[in-house]
């Protein structure tokens, strides 16, 4: 028996997977936690690239606290739904897109967090924002749409 | 209630929906490009009309409306074709009842918005507290469109009751 394998026989899994509640109650919070996490992220983002300029950058310090819970919450929720067909995710091309791009885009989101938290109050000064953060925003919000679109893909495109 | 799914299921866009097997997948992820633009604006709004986040320019968030607006009529659109798609699930559907009640809450709470607030932002102290009608506006209007989404995902588990 490989971990995947053990993973599918273990008690989160089976609560996950055949009680009633289980799986529509982590599929819910996977949806509360996306809309938060790439709520707030798709803003962020946009404000980056010139939309908004009236809300500060320096604003989005304390709402990216609140992004990064909606990512623990989807992190937890995400596995929870792993283990209870983890074979079938574990070779699934969607899945396997879906979580590189959210480890990328979630190492992007925290680069941009520490440059916000350095530069945010000169920014908001009104200097152009330097290229190299208008590239990480573009990057984000692509990689973002990348986790979403490949994970509703995931229901679709079954393994071979 | 059979009479509307009748009525649906023999229009021209149910058969559409229906013929293409692509329509439903690209529209499931519209749906979320949808939800995200819309809660993600709703988001700084409501929680900085609640009084939260006091480092958003209040009278800003007025800015925003319009991705509220871009999110809501891309989730409209896409969820027209889901009713269309497949009606004789979604008419007697319990959690899509709930959902679409809740929409309406919604809607009504939006016009409380443009009656009491939209007139008077403005004027408001940029980073100040929120008057208690801002605060419960906001906070229904998040319970709601956080209602919506919750029972969104759930409509394929709560069946009829």
Redo the contacts between chains.
């Keep these: 028996m490989n971990t995947f394998e053990w993973l599918e026989m273990s008690a989160l899994a089976e609560w996950v997977g055949a009680s009633m509640i289980g799986y529509p109650l982590m599929l819910a919070s996977h949806g509360v936690g996306m809309a938060i996490v790439i709520g707030i992220i798709f803003m962020l983002n946009l404000r980056l690239i010139g939309c908004f300029r009236g809300i500060s950058l320096g604003s989005f310090n304390g709402l990216l606290k609140l992004a990064w819970c909606g990512f623990v919450l989807n992190f937890l929720s995400g596995c929870a739904l792993f283990t209870a067909q983890a074979t079938v995710f574990i070779e699934s091309t969607p899945f396997l897109i879906k979580v590189f791009a959210i480890f990328l885009a979630g190492i992007n989101a925290a680069l941009l967090q520490s440059a916000l938290r350095k530069n945010a109050d000169h920014w908001d000064s009104g200097v152009e924002l330097p290229r190299s953060v208008q590239i990480m925003a573009v990057s984000s919000i692509t990689l973002w749409s990348i986790a979403i679109i490949a994970g509703r893909m995931i229901a679709y495109l079954d393994v071979a | 209630m059979e009479t509307i799914i009748a009525w649906a299921s023999s229009t021209a866009l149910s058969i559409w929906v229906v013929d293409n097997m692509w329509v439903w ?1 690209i529209a ?2 519209l749906h ?2 949808g ?3 819309l ?3 709703l ?2 709004i409501d929680m900085r009309m609640i009084g939260w ?1 006091k ?3 209040i ?3 007025h ?2 409306l319009p ?1 509220v607006f871009i999110g809501f009529a891309i989730n409209l659109a896409t969820g027209i074709l889901f009713y269309f798609g497949d009606p004789g699930r979604y008419t007697i559907n319990i959690a899509f009842h709930i959902k679409m009640i809740l929409i309406v809450l919604a809607g009504l709470n939006a016009l409380l918005y443009y009656w009491k607030i939209d007139p008077v932002i403005s004027t408001w102290e940029a980073h100040g507290n929120t008057p208690l009608i801002a605060k419960a506006i906001g906070a229904s209007s998040l319970a709601f469109w ?1 209602g919506v ?2 029972f ?3 409509i394929p ?1 709560m069946g009829t009751g």
């Design positions: 997948p499931e992820t979320f490009f939800l995200s633009l809660l993600g604006s988001l700084l986040f480092r958003i320019d009278r800003a968030t800015a925003l991705l956080f989404l919750i969104g995902r759930l588990y």
